[in-house]
């Protein structure tokens, strides 16, 4: 018998990456997705266009309790792999409280819907390195206090702590990844890497001239989303569930990563690059490192792709998306 996952969050980066791992292993793949997201399926499905035949999508809302029972009601899930949240740091400085209400609210249905219909469901809470903020100390570890800098790291904090609540109350498996930054072809354009590897190959072809950034001293512990999909789905075949620091144990500045970036596509970032203060925050997480040790011996998890590596294929991928819209752009023209 093939096990049933639930991923909420599978249109996102990590969800679609994670999707296809468990379908490589012969898992039986279920999605939560927004009812306006079934209804506008071209555009907000385009990481998951290719699995649309090969996983169950049903619609609820991480704002509706009876909405998230439905669906756990309906389906005996071995497992929940809990993604979904409000994951743009920016966009939480604007609007905390959404941020807050999505991100808390959201967590506590899950598990609280787990809990009532399917307490041997396993589940996989979605942490991040922003809960260290302010670090304590360097590399960040699972030991590590947390100094969140952000409502979205407040929200992830809380997340945290209901997960391991529920863990320790009322005996269920309920693991956390403290992943740090991950990236890839698939992440959204807000985010700095693809930002930056967007623009670069847009430069390259004649469809922009500049790209802004806010802060490029910021020190960041970048992976790629595909490795760290990996080692969510270890820390639920474990015996007993705990909390894992997810990294490379690398860090680079968001100005290194321009010039690497920009490098790829034979130009100089310092012709491009400009600050411009609409993109500074209004409290910084100024280093992330992580020590993965944990993970690494308990979970035989190791990352497979290179810094290097990582803003190649992303590059890549951007010359190629460019170069249709400079097709596209070519042909109206000349219509
Ligand atoms: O790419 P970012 O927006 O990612 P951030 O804030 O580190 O958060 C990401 O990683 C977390 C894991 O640690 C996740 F939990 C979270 O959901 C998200 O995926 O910004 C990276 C750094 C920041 O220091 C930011 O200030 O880049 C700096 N930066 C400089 N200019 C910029 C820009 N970030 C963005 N998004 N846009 C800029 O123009």
Known sequence: MSKKALITGITGQDGSYLAEHLLSLGYEVHGLVRRVALEDAARRFTRITHLLERVTLHAASLESYPSIFHVISRHDFDECYHLAAQSFVAESFADGFSTMNTNINGTHYMLAALRELRPQCRFYFAGSSEMFGKVAETPQRETTRFHPRSPYGISKVAGFDLTRNYRE????????????????????????????????????????????????????????????????????????????????????????????????????????VHVDERFLRPAEVDLLVGDASKAKQELGWEPEYTFGEMIREMVQADLEEASKENGQTVSARGV
């Open 169 to 272: 109350a009322y005996g269920m498996f309920c693991a956390s990844g403290l992943l740090f930054n991950h990236e890839g072809p698939r992440r959204g354009y807000e985010f700095v890497t693809r930002k930056i590897t967007s623009t670069a190959a847009r430069i390259k072809l004649g469809l922009a001239t500049e790209l802004r950034l806010g802060n490029l001293d910021a020190q960041r512990d970048w992976g790629h989303a595909k490795d760290y999909v990996r080692a969510m789905h270890l820390m639920l075949q474990q015996d007993t569930a705990d909390d894992y620091v997810v990294a490379t144990g690398e860090t680079h500045t968001v100005r290194e990563f321009c010039r690497r970036a920009f490098a790829e596509v034979g130009l100089n970032y310092e012709d491009h």
